[in-house]
């Protein structure tokens, strides 16, 4: 069973940084995408951040030059750093795998269950 569990969320103040941190279990693919989806409050659901097997990354143009996904060495756990928050980051962050899609949500078919970030201005 495929599992991804979000941790990490909380409260910001504009200008600040929080580091997510999404842990996976059971993923069957050796060719993959991980990434990260936000809904910001009135707004439908868009991709931020994936990464893929390889370590290469895609980032909405939202967040480019503020987030950072990574995946360190072999192992099941990937980070988005966000730094510079803005009240407009704003909403639940979820984290998921699939295989490789970009930044397509309909391609991702495991999910987490989202953590909420929070930056107050």
């Known amino acids: 069973e495929v599992q991804l569990v979000e941790s990490g969320g909380g409260t910001v103040a504009e200008g600040g940084s929080l580091t997510l941190t999404c842990s996976v279990t059971?993923?069957?693919?050796?060719?993959?995408?991980l990434g990260w989806f936000r809904q910001a409050p009135g707004q439908e659901r868009e991709g931020s951040a994936t990464i893929d097997e390889d370590d290469n990354t895609m980032l909405s143009d939202s967040v480019r030059g503020r987030f950072i996904i990574s995946k360190p060495g072999a192992g099941n756990t990937f980070f988005l750093q966000m730094n510079n928050l803005r009240a407009g980051d704003t909403g639940p962050y979820t984290c998921?795998?699939?295989?490789?899609?970009?930044?397509?949500?309909?391609?991702?078919?495991?999910w987490g269950q989202g953590t909420q970030v929070t930056v107050t201005s």
């Open positions: 998921a795998a699939g295989p490789p899609c970009g930044l397509e949500e309909s391609g991702y078919n495991f």
């Open positions: 059971g993923f069957p693919y050796s060719s993959y995408y």
